[in-house]
């Protein structure tokens, strides 16, 4: 059953909340700022060493490639030296703090810029908004669970510090999901005697000279590490799980790329069979790009909120466990989106609904809508992996959040550029970034820029 909510129709009393919000990355400096503006106390955790999360990239990888061993040293980013934005910068920013083009020294002015840019932008964003006064450090959140009176309990530890204890109104988590790798099972892969690496811990082509290199992957970072390979590598070869079979074969544009279907099986001797019954023999390389699991090892629900087949659930549209609602929260599980615009419109909602001036639903309305979101995912097939996988559904679910918070909704330059973009990359993979045909969206975006005063 749709559910109605709904601006408080009298004028409301805003209540003012002690929020923890847990991680620094694009979701939390966007929540911190949109509880703040609706009057919330709030504290930001953040266990690295300044803003940014995912885009403070480091040349440090993990001490185990494929991130299997419990006991390894975590790396927080996945960026690759090379990495330019998927996105071009009009549609991706904020949408009340435009990501326009800075033209001073040491400043990537690209339309699909440099990851160090980005984490410029953010850097910028948390000055600009005056977030980092909120800020804590250094400092790890350890714990956050349920205490006596509906208040949440959050234990922080500061480096080399004892943890401590404080309660909080509400949570919000914004710890980042491309941390723990996900891997296929793949026959075999025991006794292979090649190295394996997960893109996770991928950073420069160097170490892959003259090798035999197979990328198990269809995204983005499969494309791009490939790419980035293909310049130093003997052969690379990739595997993708559902490849149309006219796209099999050599790459076009490359002489030493190769697609195919998804691995079959993979041999003491080093060779790798694929599906479609070709082999590469001796591989020195698999680098499985297969994408990653939520985790959130610091947060005890009582089994209110649990991750099954990567879908953290049950929540009402991505954002609440309804038996907890609204005094947790998660903020950027969709994925396939415009991460910025949407995270920042659900932070809106967070905090508009935390202070009473939007409602939420009743516990069993919410409960009957999630019920209802599932059962129309088990009637269309999708795998319960898939559950955040917006692609197409982000605008709708966007529209519904900016009618619940009053707001505008997307405008429709932002829509078309996104699907440009998207075409324009399966189009030229090679070339996506520095050749379009979607001007015309980009001088729309410069005008509704110069409404933002920065
Ligand atoms: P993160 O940026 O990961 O931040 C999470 C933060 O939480 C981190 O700072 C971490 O240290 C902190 N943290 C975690 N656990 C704790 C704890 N227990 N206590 C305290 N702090 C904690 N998006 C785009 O819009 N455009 C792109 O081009 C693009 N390219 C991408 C390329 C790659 C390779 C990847 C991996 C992602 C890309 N994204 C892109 C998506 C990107 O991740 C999101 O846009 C966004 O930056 C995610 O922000 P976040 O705040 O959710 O997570």
């Known amino acids: 059953m749709p559910v109605k909510s709904i601006m408080s129709s009298t004028a409301p009393f805003l209540t003012s909340r002690h929020v923890a919000v847990i991680g620094a990355g694009a979701t939390g400096l966007v929540a911190a700022r949109e509880l703040r503006r609706e009057g919330h106390r709030v504290v930001v955790f953040e266990r690295g060493d300044q803003v940014g999360g995912t885009w403070v990239y480091t040349p ?188 099999q074969g050599k790459v076009p544009g490359h002489e030493n790329m190769w697609l195919h279907s998804m691995i079959d099986s993979v041999h003491e001797d080093g060779t790798v069979v694929f599906q479609d019954g070709n082999a590469v023999a001796a591989a020195n390389f698999i680098i499985h790009c297969t994408g990653y699991n939520y985790d959130f090892p610091f947060l005890e629900t009582n089994g209110e909120v649990t991750v099954d087949d990567n879908c953290v659930g049950p929540l009402y549209k991505h954002v609440f466990p309804p038996a907890l609602a609204p005094w947790l929260s998660f903020v950027g599980l969709p994925w396939k989106i415009l991460p910025f615009p949407m995270f920042e419109l659900q932070s809106k909602w967070i905090a508009g609904i935390l202070s009473n001036r939007i409602a939420l639903p009743s516990k069993e309305e919410m409960v009957e809508d999630i019920e209802a979101f599932y059962s129309s995912l088990e009637a269309t097939g999708t795998p319960k992996r898939y559950t955040h996988n917006m692609a197409l559904f982000q605008w709708d679910y966007n529209d519904w959040i900016a009618d619940q918070c009053g707001l505008p909704y997307f405008e429709e330059w932002r829509k078309q550029m996104y699907m440009a973009t998207s075409k324009n990359r399966a189009l030229r993979p090679e070339s996506y970034r520095d050749e379009w045909e979607d001007d015309d969206l980009v001088l729309q975006a410069q005008q509704d820029f110069a409404n933002y005063l920065i």
Request: glycine share 6%; hydrophobic share 35%; with cysteine.
């Open 60 to 247: 440090e990888v993990e001490s185990d490639p494929v991130g299997l061993d419990p006991n390894r040293s975590v790396v927080h980013s996945s960026l690759y030296d090379s990495l330019r934005t998927n996105l071009p910068r009009e549609s991706m920013g904020f949408r009340d703090y435009p990501f326009r083009k800075r033209e001073e020294k040491g400043r990537d002015s690209r339309r699909f810029p440099g990851h160090r840019e980005v984490l410029m932008y953010l850097r910028d964003f948390a000055a600009h908004f005056e977030i980092e006064e909120l800020m804590r450090f250094g400092t790890e959140v350890v714990f956050a669970g349920l205490d006596e009176g509906g208040k949440w309990r959050v234990t922080s530890a500061l480096r080399n510090s004892d943890p401590v204890d404080e309660i909080y109104d509400a949570v919000i988590v914004c710890n980042g999901h491309y941390v723990r790798p996900r891997l296929p099972q793949i026959p075999g892969i025991n006794a292979w005697p090649g190295k394996q690496l997960h893109s996770h811990n991928y950073r420069r082509p160097e170490p892959y000279q003259n090798k035999v290199v197979v990328l198990i992957g269809g995204s983005s970072s499969a494309v791009d590490i490939s790419r980035d390979i293909a310049t130093v590598a003997k052969e690379v070869h990739i595997a993708v799980r559902s490849l149309e079979e006219d796209k």
